[in-house]
């Protein structure tokens, strides 16, 4: 799952780019780091712990990764696990496998009876087919949380660089 934020600088920005695409490369490429590097812990924070109690799930999965080159700047905070969209956005009701839910009540529940933790597992899939599941939301939440904070980021870019250029596009 990926979202995308598009921080357009302007024709200021471009201008700056042709005129010196290193350091412009450099600064705006230090600015998605950090602010990818924050949404990733901010959406990390957000993430619920399922069964596994973060080693190797969801949480963990959780990256973010930055792309700078001659075409601009790329940010992605995102996971590979394809079961994040459904905690991202929620379900609508419908009847879950089982045996995840076994390892979850075992895990969160604490039941160690074979034939108790199965009938808790159905009794959660049951209600799962009735009402669906919650949307916890924590990439867009995150990303509408911070937006200003990331905002600030490319401004002080911004400004670092006609700083080192001596004010003026």
Do not use: C, N
């Not at 075992?106 to 933790?117: H, Q, W």
């Amino acid at each position: 799952m990926e979202m995308h934020f598009d921080l357009t600088g302007g024709e200021e920005l471009i201008g700056l780019w042709g005129r010196a695409p290193d350091l412009v490369q450099q600064e705006l490429g230090s600015a998605m780091a950090e602010a990818d590097a924050m949404l990733e812990r901010e959406v990390k924070e957000l993430t619920p712990v399922g069964a596994s109690g973060g080693a190797g799930g969801l949480r963990d999965s959780i990256t973010s990764e930055q792309s700078v080159g001659a075409e601009g700047v790329i940010g992605v905070v995102g996971t590979a696990m394809a079961y994040a969209i459904p905690v991202e956005l929620g379900t609508k009701p419908h009847f879950p496998p089982i045996e995840p839910l076994e390892d979850w009540v075992r895990a969160k529940l604490g039941v160690r009876e074979d034939r108790e933790m199965r009938s808790a597992a159905f009794l959660i899939a049951r209600a799962i087919s009735h009402r669906g599941t919650l949307a916890v939301g924590m990439f867009h939440r995150t990303l509408a949380a911070k937006e200003s904070d990331i905002e600030e980021m490319f401004r002080q870019a911004r400004g670092r660089i006609l700083a080192q250029l001596g004010g003026a596009a």
